[in-house]
């Protein structure tokens, strides 16, 4: 039987006999995201199709089909079945590879930054975790590869490596004494040992009768007495800790091969890490170092030295890791898969709790609840919904700002306003950024649109964000065809628009991928921006988390000012939803359109000063000098100046005797003017008495307000009696409702 696989694109399927043993994968690999036919030259041969997803076999003839890996990187293990037998007789295994060139060191560095920064939570001082395990590796099967691959990736790391051949080839020495016996003639040197050696030593050899040594009492010399000798030696203390390391991650992974399952993945790669590290102590170096009697980890060559100081920090991070398990680490290990993606959602969590650390100074909350002991080890419980990994409070110097960061956290939906959450369905952003300003609980917050959220997502199967952006149809085309097969690119982008309209109080919603293109587009002007993507890469040396952790301090920048329109925004919204509409509070008699200079024409907030005029001769004074005169001072039927009054967009008037009035004119002078009695005498009005407040009014020409007639009499303002004649203010929307209708 020979299985037969075609690419139907040019170099996604390679054979790497030469590599493939040394990474523990497949010898024949495929790459995500592309299609292969395959065929069996016999035909009662088939795949198993528990993985039909993979495996899509032709309608008619099973023993060939089509494989799509889709977005599954790893080992794919595809059982063979043979007609009439029901068990599979083999197990084809195949290599999916990552479209991206070094998935595997980002695999490795992303495993070794998380164990790292978890093991660093749990060597801080006031951790209350105890760190005291006995773990038996035979007890549960389910967490080996979990734990191997926690200690895996910092032992086989390239940095660890490193430190060992800079260890043995430039190692510590330390001066050592040696003793030998030596002829008495050579001794140069003689201490308290060898004068008691010529005086009591055995061998003796007669002295001349003529030698000056006779003067001592002495006549006879032993022919050889011990000596000592200063020697260059290799066993120190600190090389003694290097080879019981060393010993060390050997024996735990003698421990996980004895214990893995026959032919497993587990027992294949703890043999490639045995073999690593049987080489490394088979160096000379090693052969003459004894083993530790105590171990000096407060030595300066430990802590400071090249090499000995990665290997110490390998050590204290050995032991935690060998025990860390991992709820939901079977998203990343199951049957050979390597999850990347989610993975990189993992070690994004940690980065960002690094850089919120730094730049606010508040310190991870919580460490409790993400890292817990169990009767196997210690759990990392990462993949809990809600977790509030950092929280507290910013001072900027001018304004203090609380600060929370959560993971998984769920906005309910269909919750009412003004409620924290969605406004459609829940959502649940990888990461939560939130602000709002101190000493307001959140809850408040929220009601009061003080609080500012910020989403990230996790996205590592996107390798360059403009791919994002689609412009024709036949792009959409094919975007629907690769969502159905699990590839989304412009339904990532859709998810951000949903997390920014959607969640309330949400100021933006960003894409974080493994790329190397940063794109931010704003939503106005000064507020912050609404949609984009950073890159951030699993790299130790440029992981580009640096133009993130500026975006961040841009951010807070940003809700520090007093004067951003962010914040005009947030007293509007709260502004205009703080009461509800009153019932028959509807508008819909023809108005001017809200355009040009009447762009800011809104009915509820346009107010009309209604004004009385006493005589024709005060009218005739009003039309033809363009003013309007109201008393001033104290008296009564003065004008009350209140903002409402100053801002009035219109003036009605009327006079004794009317019921309704049409006669509106538009108020065009910026606030009213104080004329003095003879300030009126000169514009001639007729009987000036005191001082009045002026307005500058024109006629309005508006067709909306033409031959329109207002009840003026059923405001709210107007009183009846001798008080008909005072001047009030009314809304334009309440004039409106006061329309005659003919």
Known sequence: MVLIIDSRREHTLFDENNTAAEN??????????????????????????????????????????????????????????????????????????????????????????????????????????????????????????????????????????????????????????????????????????????????????????????????????????????????????????????????????????????????????????????????????????????TLKLNSPVLQRKEGYRQVLRVWLMFDLAAKLIWTGGEDIYSGGKKDIATLYEYWLFFKLLEVLQSLFEIDPIGISDLIQPTTDGLNLKLKQGAFTALGGVYNSGSRKLQVRFNYNRSFGGKKEYPRKGSWTTTLRPDYTLSFWPNGILEDEAENQELIVHIHFDAKYKVANFMDYVRNDAEDLNLEKTENREGVYKNADLLKMHAYKDAIRRTGGAYVLYPG???????????????????????????????????????????????????????????????????????????????????????????HVLVGFYKTQEQYDWIVKSNLYNFRSGTKRGSLLLDKETVGSRYLLLHTSGNTNSGDLWKIVSKGPRVFSEEDMIKKDYPSPKGSYLIVQIEKVTDSAFKDVQWDFRKLIGFTTGRGSGLPFTTSLSELMRVKVTS
């Open 516 to 606: 190397d293109k940063a794109i931010k587009q704003k939503g106005f002007h000064k507020i912050i921006p609404g949609l984009g993507a950073f890159p951030v890469r699993p790299s130790k040396l440029d992981s580009g988390i640096g133009e993130l952790k500026g975006f961040i301090f841009e951010i807070v920048e940003h809700f520090i000012n007093r004067t951003s329109q962010r914040e005009k925004l947030a007293f509007s919204t709260y502004d205009i939803h703080k009461k509800e509409p009153k019932p028959g509070a509807e508008l819909k008699e023809p108005l001017p359109e809200p355009f040009n200079a009447n762009r800011d024409l809104l009915p509820d907030d346009t």
């Open 24 to 293: 523990n994968e497949a010898r024949y690999q495929l790459v995500v995201g592309c299609y292969y036919d395959y065929e069996f030259s016999n035909p009662d041969f088939s795949f198993d199709l528990g993985n039909e997803k993979i495996v899509q076999p032709h309608s008619r003839k099973h023993y060939m089909g089509r494989l799509a890996p889709n977005i599954y990187v790893g080992t794919l293990s595809l059982p063979v079945l043979q007609k009439g037998r029901e068990a599979p007789i083999t197990t084809i295994t195949l290599e999916v590879q990552s479209i991206k060139s070094g998935y595997r060191d980002d695999y490795r560095d992303m495993l070794e930054l998380i164990t790292e920064k978890c093991t660093d939570l749990l060597l801080q001082a006031n951790s209350p975790v105890s760190h005291y395990f006995d773990v038996d590796h035979s007890k549960d099967s389910r967490t080996l590869y979990q734990k191997f691959s926690f200690v895996k990736s910092v032992v086989a790391s390239d940095e660890f490596v490193a430190s060992v051949h800079r260890i043995v080839t430039a190692p510590v020495t330390k001066w050592s004494e040696i003793s030998e016996t030596k002829d008495v003639r050579q001794v140069r040197r003689l201490s308290n040992t060898n004068i008691k050696e010529l005086v009591k030593g055995s061998k003796r050899t007669k002295l001349p009768e003529q030698h000056y040594i006779r003067n001592y009492g002495l006549t006879s010399l032993p022919e050889r007495i011990t000596a000592v000798r200063k020697i260059d030696s290799v066993d120190t203390p600190e090389n003694r800790f290097v080879k019981h390391a060393l010993e060390t991650f050997l024996k735990f992974c003698s421990d996980i091969n004895r214990v893995a399952p026959e032919n497993s993945r587990l027992q294949k790669e703890s043999s490639l890490l045995m073999s690593q590290l049987e080489s490394q102590l088979h160096h000379s170096l090693f052969k003459e170092i004894a083993r530790p009697t």
